[in-house]
């Protein structure tokens, strides 16, 4: 079968010009495809370029197919129905039902849909009572649920999933999961969600030095990866040695043609030949010598070479480092106490009552199905928050929160800008030497805020975090892992576990929660406290 998107030789810039996607080719087909690259490598910009969103500055994209794209953010203000993209289709049906429909209704009529839609609202736990609810009243895990249906109800050949597991509980990772193993179609999908990753056919890598494509899943790509990389470095070793050689076999000719020079100047000066020929003879060695130092160079030009070549293709960055400051919490110190606390969206309770308490260096996760509150329990944690009952009780002050939506001063200004603003008694070196350990350097510092990718943006977060006036005594944590990239995540876990403060988090990440040591959870929305 033929392709069903073609990129060739595509280059993306960011709006400043500079670019960050250069030449990329690569061609989608049947099957499920996932696409990785460390945060900022351009998955996001790629999937909307492949659906027609946007244009790439050169080369050209080719499609054969329908093609669906599911975001990860959609406005807060959008009616449910208008989300799934259905709102004017509905209208239409409506208007012919009610005896109000003309003639272009009922060409563009789609008798199918409301079969489909009574389908699709099942299969995802909605009901017709949601049409008339704004997107912002939905949790975060319903409305990545909403997204999905959107692109099944478009029927497409290819689906684009840009990081389609992010906020979504066990049920809902288990319908994407499903949805997937079921697809017919094509699927790619712009994800570092290990578990999904675990079901796909093939995986293209956009790291440096240049994109890659590995057939199979995660597993097998992780076994080829490092395989990869011992080649690559027993490459780099064999150019050194080469490098050693010619440098070693140039100084071995220079030396034999000085010795032969040497024993010649000393036949010439007994005599006994005539001067033409010794000045032939002169000549002659002169010349020699000349050509092999040409030769030795040429040989240790070509060495080198070659191992600039093998370096650059083990090449990696200065690691990003993730540290907080040390928090100097005492063991016996309340941070926070919650009593009979309730909270309801309109006449809907989500939870309580819930009698909970944070004393010292505790580290807890707060778990529950999509849609029991937990981002509201931490908004109410935070203070952003009224709860509908009860009393709240908290050293705000040393509290630091990190939203799902990693969540800016003035995200039109630079990281560098936000940063100083959040620490003036900084100075502007210093700033960004400190970006630089969490990997915006030189002038990816000056970047702003609201042109980053979603994992991006989060580490902006983290460095502001750690340059709080007073060092966080409780880090507030809603979905830390959405949008970082394996190598990030990683970091963030050893850095988590070296921070000496309590931790508060939200996630569904089975593997972070256990990485960073929790060892109680409040589970919702019955407010049960269980030791793990």
Not at 203 to 215: K, M, N, Q, S, T
Not at 250 to 275: F, I, V
Not at 415 to 435: D, F, K, S, W, Y
């Amino acid at each position: 079968m033929s392709s069903i998107c073609i990129l060739q030789n595509c280059t993306f810039r960011h709006p400043d010009n500079s670019l960050f996607v250069d030449n990329l080719s690569f061609a989608v087909s049947v099957g499920v495809t996932g696409l990785i690259g460390p945060n900022g490598s351009g998955k996001s910009t790629i999937l909307r370029a492949m659906a027609g969103e946007l244009f790439p500055a050169e080369g050209q994209i080719t499609r054969n197919g329908r093609i669906s794209i599911l975001h990860q953010e959609l406005n807060d203000e959008l009616p449910f129905t208008e989300a799934l993209g259905i709102h004017e289709q509905l209208a239409v049906l409506s208007r012919i039902v009610e005896g109000q429909g003309d003639e272009d209704d009922f060409a563009a009529a789609d008798w199918t849909l409301e079969d489909r839609l009574a389908q699709i609202l099942r299969q995802f736990g909605f009901s017709e009572a949601d049409f008339t609810r704004l997107v912002g009243s939905f949790s975060g895990g319903q409305r990545t649920r909403i997204s999905l249906m959107r692109v099944l109800l478009e029927e497409p050949d290819l689906v684009l999933l840009d990081e389609p597991t992010n906020n979504l509980d066990r049920a809902g990772r288990e319908l994407i999961f499903n949805f997937l193993r079921d697809w017919n179609g094509s699927a790619l999908i712009a994800s570092h969600d290990r578990e999904l990753l675990e079901i796909v056919d093939s995986i293209i890598d956009l790291a440096p030095p240049e994109p890659r494509l590995f057939g199979g899943n995660w597993s097998a790509y992780v076994v080829e990866q490092q395989a990869e990389r011992e080649r690559r470095i027993k490459e780099l070793e064999h150019r050194k040695q080469e490098v050693a050689t010619a440098i070693r076999h140039a100084q071995t000719s220079a030396e034999r043609q000085a010795r032969r020079n040497k024993t010649g100047k000393a036949a010439a000066g007994r005599g006994g030949q005539p001067k033409i020929v010794l000045n032939a003879m002169a000549s002659q060695a002169e010349n020699s010598s000349g050509r092999l130092r040409e030769q030795a160079a040429q040989q240790i030009e070509m060495a080198q070479a070659n191992y600039d070549r093998a370096q650059q293709s083990v090449a990696v960055e200065d690691p990003i480092r993730i540290a907080f400051p040390r928090s100097q919490l005492p063991a016996n110190r309340q941070l926070l106490t919650l009593e009979q606390v309730t909270c309801a969206f309109g006449e809907t309770p989500l939870f309580g009552p819930l009698n909970f308490s944070v004393t010292g260096p505790e580290r807890i996760a707060i778990v529950g199905p999509n849609g029991s509150g937990k981002t509201s329990l931490l908004k109410i944690i935070s203070g952003k928050l009224a709860p509908t009952a009860g009393r709240v009780i908290a050293k705000r002050e040393r509290f630091a929160l990190l939203d799902q939506h990693a969540r800016v001063a003035d995200p039109e200004q630079s990281i560098l800008h936000n940063v100083m603003r959040q620490a003036p008694e900084m100075g502007r070196g210093q700033a960004h030497e400190i970006l630089a350990q969490f990997g915006f350097r030189n002038t990816s510092a000056l970047l702003a805020v609201d042109t980053l990718s979603g994992g991006e943006r989060l580490r902006a977060c983290l460095a502001m975090m750690a340059l709080a006036p007073q060092p966080p005594q409780l880090l507030i944590l809603d979905e830390p892992t959405n949008h970082l990239d394996l190598e990030t995540i990683s970091l963030l876990e050893a850095a988590l576990n070296d921070y000496d403060g309590s931790l508060l988090v939200v996630s569904h990440d089975r593997d972070f929660l256990e990485n960073i040591g929790i060892t109680r959870r409040l589970v919702l929305p019955q407010g049960d406290v269980q030791p793990v």
